[in-house]
């Protein structure tokens, strides 16, 4: 069983509709989660981090966080082309030292 | 710029060859890691170092050899690799080790595309 599972994808939506990605865990101890974004080409980058059950928002993005799902996923409202990217969700369990990645949602904003 | 610096960004090598990759950081931090990232696989965590002493070893074979001479450059030496060693190897840095709160993010270089031929 994948620790952190997500859709590969890809993924496609128009510009200006809501992106849904969604990422699901395996280990109930899971304290902290991130979403980070990666480019073609580019390293990943930090976009989110959420910690307690709900929603967050950054801007376009919110992070939705149930634990008793095991459940994380990522909002993009407004979508733009340059959202064009693969997501990556990661997880800090409370025991491990490591963040655990999934492989990858590939999201496409069409003009 | 994300102030982690890698080089080479493209390193093709030969199944006897000895190479290495560097990495830089310039932000001050205390821990860095090695990452592999695969097609269509997830990051996975190589080697993890907390102010120049290795901290975890993810069971990654002896043909990949860290080195971390300093709390500020982070060496992976290759030796004998396989076509399946093949990927894109991202060097990280974060503030202290692996404590994600908003003041400690984990910082990406660029990575080094490895082929193995």
């Known amino acids: 069983q994948k620790e952190v599972e997500q859709n590969s994808g890809p993924l496609s939506v128009p510009e200006g509709a809501i992106a849904s990605l969604n990422c699901t865990y395996s280990?109930?101890?899971?304290?902290?989660f991130f979403w980070y974004r990666q480019y073609s080409g580019k390293s990943p980058e930090l976009i989110m981090f959420?910690?307690?059950?709900g929603d967050k928002e950054d801007g376009r993005f919110t992070a939705q966080l149930n634990k008793a799902s095991q459940y994380v996923s990522l909002l993009i409202r407004d979508s733009q082309p340059s959202d064009s990217a693969t997501y990556l969700c990661?997880?800090?369990?409370?025991?491990?030292?490591?963040?655990?990645f999934g492989s990858g949602t590939q999201l496409t904003v069409l003009p | 710029e994300t102030g982690v610096t890698q080089t080479p960004r493209h390193l093709v090598m030969g199944m006897t060859n000895k190479k290495s990759l560097k990495c830089e950081q310039h932000?001050?931090?205390?821990?860095m890691y090695w990452y592999k990232q695969s097609a269509k696989k997830p990051l996975e965590l190589m080697f993890v170092?907390?102010?120049?002493?290795?901290?975890e070893n993810n069971s990654v074979p002896s043909r990949f050899s860290p080195e971390c001479p300093n709390s500020s450059h982070l060496f992976l030496h290759l030796h004998t690799l396989q076509p399946e060693d093949s990927a894109l190897y991202l060097c990280?840095?974060?503030?202290?080790?692996?404590?994600?709160?908003?003041?400690?993010?984990?910082?990406f270089g660029e990575g080094s595309w490895l082929t193995v031929v």
């Open positions: 990280a840095s974060s503030q202290v080790l692996q404590t994600f709160t908003s003041g400690n993010t984990i910082y």
């Open positions: 280990d109930r101890g899971s304290q902290s």
């Open positions: 959420i910690y307690s059950n």
């Open positions: 990661a997880v800090l369990s409370g025991s491990a030292r490591q963040l655990t």
């Open positions: 932000l001050g931090h205390n821990a």
């Open positions: 170092y907390s102010l120049e002493e290795r901290v």
